[in-house]
């Protein structure tokens, strides 16, 4: 007994380790795209000019360019794909499914909703003003966001909730948004629906540090809030009746967790369009590089940041024409999606 209990905690340890490990490489490669981000572009910045642009000593034209363009974008960059990583993490653990991210939902969807109706309502700015009562974006798309969630998680309970049936509710709510959706760009006038349809793309072109700020916010308030269930969505895993018995609040646990991620979402969704599939792949790519059966908070959210800057790199740079981060992330989540879908199935046929 004291031997299985020592290699238990031996195991822990190196599970931990190992976490730890991810993490800190997670780090630098979130640091090193966003050092390539800042640097690259129609003109190239040479790392020392960027400090001293940022100290306020350099060239007038370079400071212009770092401080006006390409900070903001490389930031909210990192914030979408840190918001959007910690999102699908929480999702995926609390349903204990691969598949269950904010895409597929439905939360993605029900924020984009209410960010285009305020763009054609608002006049396709960023700000909105009495006609939604002064809320701007974020608040608009979170609000969307939280009641799509909710609708979803109501639809899909039957004296609990099963994995597969949230995620067949989600399908489901999602194509019927998307539908309302279509139908707010065909009553928009052409500047609204053309400024509503550029930002469904999932685009960061003309990001400011107007549409920074609340990412940031909610980022800050939401990840201590998460962190703080994550000694529950461990225990979880292990399923619903050893979870209570363990004492774990279930339903307030979850709860707090889809909330948690629904902000995260909508906060990202306000700020750049839906970006696909980050929330569904960088999860399961920190799961695999700890080896752990759920996808570690932390190493999720900085490898998301560093796959939409990577990504919006490549649209920007790369390629002799902009294409937008949404696109990129696409491009690279969707044979993902279909290769994920295809080990199901063959396990499923061994076993």
Known sequence: MIAQLDARTGSRRRRGSRTATVTI????AML??????????????PLGDVVRALLGIADRTQEFILLTFRLPRVVCAVLVGA????AGALTQTFSRNPLATPDILGV???????????????GGTYAVGSSLLGFGIPAVATVFGLATAAFVYGLSWRGGVDSYRLILTGIGVTATLTGL????????QITQAAAAAH???????????????PVLVVLVVVTPIAAAQSSALEVSGLGDDLSVGLGVALHRHR????????????????????????AFVTPQLAARLARRGRPPLAASALLGASLVVVADLVGRAALPWEVPVGIVTAIVGAPYLLWLISRHRSQERTS
């Open 199 to 213: 930002w469904l793309t999932g685009s960061l072109s003309g990001v400011s540090w107007t549409s920074v700020w």
């Open 83 to 86: 918001c959007l990583g910690l």
């Open 181 to 188: 959706t279509s139908y707010l760009l065909l009553q928009a």
């Open 25 to 28: 490489a997670a780090a630098i």
């Open 108 to 122: 993605t969807s029900g924020a984009a909703v209410g960010a285009v109706a305020t763009i054609v309502i608002g």
């Open 255 to 278: 709860l707090i967790v889809i909330a948690c991620a629904v902000v995260l979402t909508s906060a990202a969704v306000s700020a750049s369009g839906p970006v696909d599939f980050v």
């Open 32 to 45: 090193a795209a966003v050092v390539l981000g800042v640097a690259i572009g129609s003109t190239w910045l």
